[in-house]
């Protein structure tokens, strides 16, 4: 009987070659990260402002804070993850450097993906006086009245969203009611035939303020004057 | 190597071995950013970037990679690449970015990049290799726009955003849904299918008179 001939493993060579292909890989996407970082962090300030603009006209600049159970603080430079518990903000001043509003992101689950807007909240009326649309993937003519249909943007001029008593959650949950049924100054009138989608809008809205508002209301005061 | 050999790898991928309509590679981006001509002319181009550059150095690298270690080797080199097409898209159009969203991380599982890789980068050397894979590029890049282009007119009444028609027309809006995007993917097919029919009875004519 003939012995089966050894077949070599090339142990080394692998261990080397994954090694050199992890080298010139990890130096291609650091150095490409280093690069592009400046411009990236430019464009997306640049897309936050156009949209803390559509919903607060007056607005001349644009602060990130982080609202946290202990308090407000504000985000470093190039920081966009808030500390475990807290939640992304933005401060908006005009051109005086007064404080014009506050905006801040609701996102829920739409038809078709996440519907991610950006709301004006007005600290003197205890309202939301604005809706942009930051992303959404709805069906074209349908979901998209969301911020094309007038009837529906005036929902957002002044939606109640005032805390209770003792601060610690919204007075009413923000709710989208039947299109028609609007009642109460705290619900959102939904727009007929694109139901889904307004009441994504109405629960991206409702968990946004309702765990922002009371973290953000008592500390307001912080924020009169940009930092 | 010679321009004619260079010039035939360049075409074999552009036309002859179209990964859309040839192929039928890569269906995941063809059918789902497809809706408009700057979506697939943006995904076509990150894709033909992403096939060029990992074949090059796949190609660089293969008498150094053993068999036994190259699909984890081509995969790093195209995952390497794809990030770095993420990230140049987001520092040029954060809106463009948005647009094509998770479908640009998803170009590291197009098949026709590890396809590239293994059949033709591993063997060839890095001229071959990276104009075959910049010609199969620059088709996939073809057929998303051919497909783009015909949702975009038909499901938005637009080509490159510019309006085609007056205000009486009326989009159809199930082209730039899901299931345009395989209305038309299956008509342009059927115009390949076609095409390759009549091509094929043609050359069997002329053997036939030849013989």
Redesign the interface.
Known sequence: MSEEPKVE??TF??VR??G???V??GV??VG??EF?LP??NA??K??LERQAFKVLPTAKTVVTYFATPSGIVAAAAGQEIPPAGGMTFYAVYDATNNLTGIAAEGSSAGYADQVRVLYAYDVAKQAITGLGVI?M?E????GDKIYTDQEYLKNFVALDVRLNADMTALANAVKTVKHGTKTDPWQIDAIAGATVTTKAVGRGINESAQKLLPMLVPHIDQLRKPS | MSAPKNFDEFMDGLWKQNPIFVMVLGMCPTLAVTVSAVNSISMGLATTFVLAASCLLVSLLRHAIPKQVRIASYIVIIATFVTVVDYAIAAISLDLYEALGAYIKLIVANCVLLGRAEAHAARNPPIPATLNAFGMGLGFTLGLLMIGGVREILGAGKFFGFSLFSDHFQPWVVMVLPPGGFFVLGAWLIVFAAFKHASNKRNAGLQGVSS
Do not use: E, H, Q, Y
């Open positions: 493993i090339p060579d692998m070659t994954l050199l292909v992890s010139i890989c291609i996407i490409v990260f592009t411009a990236v464009n997306k640049l897309a992303s993937r069906t074209p003519g349908i």
